[in-house]
Nanobody
Framework: EVQLVESGGGLVQPGGSLRLSCAVS????????MSWVRQAPGKGLEWVSA????????SYADSVKGRFTISRDNANHTVYLQMNSLKPEDTAVYYC?????????WGQGTQVTVSS
């Protein structure tokens, strides 16, 4: 059974930082590219970032480029998203999944709220 468990969200002031984690199980993690996507209130899913299976290649949405860093630990089946210089428009529920085709199973997500 595929399981994706996101954590690390919270309330942070503009300009602050958070590090999200996504622990996965139920599939061969090291053979899949992974991504983070987010859903802001009242909006659809927005792709944020992706990392290849070996962790050597990354890509970012223009809206987060230069502020967010994706990484992964294949030994511990975990993917991370370091978020710096956070803005109010980064407020959303953040999810991880495989890339480019996500599994049908999604985690509960982790809420990130950027507000003063």
């Amino acid at each position: 059974e595929v399981q994706l468990v996101e954590s690390g969200g919270g309330l942070v002031q503009p300009g602050g930082s958070l590090r999200l984690s996504c622990a996965v199980s139920g599939f061969t993690f090291g053979t899949y590219s992974m991504s983070w996507v987010r859903q802001a209130p009242g909006k659809g899913l927005e792709w944020v970032s992706a990392v290849n299976s070996g962790g050597t290649g990354t890509s970012y949405a223009d809206s987060v480029k230069g502020r967010f860093t994706i990484s992964r630990d294949n030994a511990n089946h975990t993917v991370y998203l370091q978020m710096n210089s956070l803005k109010p428009e980064d407020t959303a529920v953040y999810y991880c999944n495989t890339f480019p085709t996500p599994f049908n199973s999604w985690g509960q997500g982790t809420q990130v709220t950027v507000s003063s």
